[in-house]
Nanobody, 124 residues
Framework: QVQLVESGGGLVRAGGSLRLSCVVS????????MGWFRQAPGKERESVAA????????KYSDSVKGRFTISRANAKNTVYLQMNSLKPADTAVYYC?????????????????WGQGTQVTVSS
């Protein structure tokens, strides 16, 4: 059983920054690829970023490239999403997820365990 808990969401003005954290427990953290996803009202859940078990390989959606950075600190069982230059279009509930294999993918259906989500609201 794997548990994930997100934190760090909040309200920020356009152009501001936030850092989301996801703490993982229940399994060996480094054995899993990790991803961040988001879902805005009335829209499908979409992939934001993903990172390999080692942290050596990352992927980003086109909408966040150059603005968001995913990283992980395995000794702390934590994965981060640093979000800079935030836009109102980034407003969504952000979810942390883990995959039971080490290969990085961006598909929602590829992930096995999910956190409860944390709200990010960007005002204009």
């Amino acid at each position: 059983q794997v548990q994930l808990v997100e934190s760090g969401g909040g309200l920020v003005r356009a152009g501001g920054s936030l850092r989301l954290s996801c703490v993982v427990s229940g399994r060996t953290f480094s054995s899993y690829a990790m991803g961040w996803f988001r879902q805005a009202p009335g829209k499908e859940r979409e992939s934001v970023a993903a990172i390999s078990w080692s942290g050596a390989f990352t992927k980003y959606s086109d909408s966040v490239k150059g603005r968001f950075t995913i990283s992980r600190a395995n000794a702390k069982n934590t994965v981060y999403l640093q979000m800079n230059s935030l836009k109102p279009a980034d407003t969504a509930v952000y979810y942390c997820a883990s995959r039971s294999v080490t290969i990085v993918t961006m598909g929602v259906g590829d992930y096995d365990y999910w956190g409860q989500g944390t709200q990010v609201t960007v005002s204009s």
